[in-house]
């Protein structure tokens, strides 16, 4: 049973969340000149090429082939490189594709000085990311633990294996207010880590860089490693997620320096999409 004050905490952090990305782009939408046509495709990329084709590789890969998932789970330099390089590769690529489309369609409209488009863009991103894999998972985890605490939860799992019951059990029992703080930390410095590839990626993509899809493949690799090396069992859990904290800190700092000072052009020629 999770005691109330852990399911309060959760509750919370949940919330927070879910609440964040929405929250930056109705506060950021004036001074930055968001377009809801960019955030509703980083969205779409997000669902397309993160939860539909990484997961379906990575079910594929690490499930469905025998060779292939005996050998990763043998190899743990070679899981932590798959692992590093498989988001980066589907969702940069996804990025890559969704924001020269917009470029294309609405070439006149993006002045070469305005980044409102790419926060506008990784705020989509970022917030279906936290949406699809943090928050709609927390509450299931939260519902379960309600439902552990009346009594309820293994009546209704009468049709699952006994083996998945008690993993979901056991997984209960980590839940803890730490837990909930780690959510809340993790999820937020992956939004800030979201909206910098937007920036990259729109940058580059602006000024006609033909090696920016490599870089920005490289850069999501690099961020992803240290989960990469956690699931192998390289890394504690605690380390991991300061290094992340430290991080998102630093590329925080970048991007409020550069919304900061938006462009004139690029401002008023964006806020006709918004």
């Known amino acids: 049973m999770v005691a109330p004050f852990t399911l309060i905490c959760l509750a919370i952090a949940t919330l927070f969340v879910a609440a964040l990305p929405v929250a930056l782009y109705w506060r950021l939408r004036g001074p930055t000149a968001l377009g809801r046509r960019y955030a509703i495709a980083g969205v779409a990329v997000f669902a397309l090429f993160a939860m539909v084709i990484e997961r379906g590789l990575n079910m594929y890969l690490l499930g469905r082939n025998p060779a292939t998932a005996t050998w990763l789970a043998m190899n743990p330099a070679a899981f932590v490189v798959y692992g590093a390089l498989i988001a980066g590769v589907c969702e940069e690529g996804g990025r890559w594709l969704g924001m020269r489309w917009l470029i294309k369609r609405n070439g006149a409209a993006n002045a070469p000085d305005s980044d409102g488009p790419a926060l506008s863009y990784g705020l989509g991103h970022g917030g279906a990311e936290a949406w699809l894999v943090g928050v709609l998972v927390q509450v299931q985890w939260i519902v379960y633990a309600l439902l552990a605490s009346y009594g309820k939860l293994d009546p209704g799992m009468t049709n699952l294996p006994d083996e998945t019951v008690m993993q979901i059990h056991l997984l209960l029992t980590t839940l803890s207010v730490p837990m909930a703080l780690i959510f809340a930390l993790e999820r937020t410095s992956a939004l800030v ?26 850069v999501h690799a690099l961020i992803d490693a240290p989960a990469a090396l956690f699931q192998a069992g390289k890394l504690p859990l605690m380390a991991v997620d300061g290094a992340y904290a430290l991080a998102a800190v630093a590329v925080a700092g970048v991007l409020i320096r550069i919304f900061r000072r938006p462009s004139q052009g690029g401002t008023s020629a964006a806020a006709g999409q918004a």
């Open 193 to 218: 880590f979201q909206i910098a590839l937007s920036v990259l990626m729109w940058r580059g993509l602006r000024a006609g860089w033909r090696g920016i899809l490599p870089l920005a493949i490289a």
